[in-house]
T-cell receptor, first 114, second 113 residues
Framework: NAGVTQTPKFQVLKTGQSMTLQCAQDMNHNSMYWYRQDPGMGLRLIYYSASEGTTDKGEVPNGYNVSRLNKREFSLRLESAAPSQTSVYFC?????????????FGPGTRLTVT | AQTVTQSQPEMSVQEAETVTLSCTYDTSESDYYLFWYKQPPSRQMILVIRQEAYKQQNATENRFSVNFQKAAKSFSLKISDSQLGDAAMYFCAFIQGAQKLVFGQGTRLTINP
């Protein structure tokens, strides 16, 4: 099992460019999440998908869109990148039924917006 | 809203010694889960240990154990016999139901040889 995979691992964008971060999990989990991690801070939730076909905003959704393509895949799109979106992005998944709700994380994508 | 606070931005310990990382949280719920995640320089988030709030017994995983004080809303992590590979950022996290994890700010742990 690969667990949670993310592509790309690194990306540099110019202000105003768009891109999509891809995430896939092979654990048959229902819920998937996108977080961002800024220096000196813990992870903050951008969007999540409790089940296939549903998405909800997290703590910091502005400037992002998501798509739950199917049970395995959950993508994050930046329509017009801004320097404030320079961060490390993590995707995670969890079973989300019956507990203990632990989340499994991908390796992260380091995004720099110049 | 739930919040998680880690009051120690940095900690250091001698190899083979014991260190305790602190975490407090705020919630009005009675049923929830707490976690400690480790993030080494590779950035990978690794689950270290979890605690179910309804369990009075403190969780243990090899050299890692917690001191869960539900009434005080405290959840500290004890690392015994510290090893160089334990050097990392440690994050305390809270979840209630199948909702979002709420993370603390993290504690950077350094192991001195």
């Amino acid at each position: 099992n690969a667990g949670v995979t993310q592509t790309p691992k690194f990306q540099v964008l110019k202000t105003g460019q768009s891109m999509t971060l891809q995430c896939a999990q092979d654990m048959n989990h229902n819920s998937m999440y996108w977080y961002r991690q800024d220096p000196g801070m813990g992870l903050r939730l951008i969007y999540y998908s409790a089940s296939e076909g549903t998405t909800d905003k997290g703590e910091v959704p502005n400037g992002y869109n998501v798509s739950r393509l199917n049970k395995r895949e959950f993508s994050l799109r930046l329509e017009s990148a801004a320097p404030s979106q320079t961060s490390v992005y993590f995707c995670a998944s969890s079973e989300a039924t019956g507990g203990p709700y632990e989340q499994y994380f991908g390796p992260g994508t380091r995004l720099t917006v110049t | 809203a739930q919040t998680v606070t880690q009051s120690q931005p940095e900690m250091s310990v001698q190899e083979a010694e014991t260190v305790t990382l602190s975490c407090t949280y705020d919630t009005s719920e009675s049923d929830y889960y707490l976690f400690w995640y480790k993030q080494p320089p590779s950035r990978q988030m690794i689950l270290v240990i979890r605690q179910e709030a309804y369990k009075q017994q403190n969780a243990t995983e090899n050299r890692f154990s917690v001191n869960f004080q539900k009434a005080a809303k405290s959840f500290s992590l004890k690392i015994s016999d510290s090893q160089l590979g334990d050097a990392a950022m440690y994050f305390c996290a809270f979840i209630q139901g199948a909702q979002k994890l709420v993370f603390g700010q993290g504690t950077r742990l350094t192991i001195n040889p």
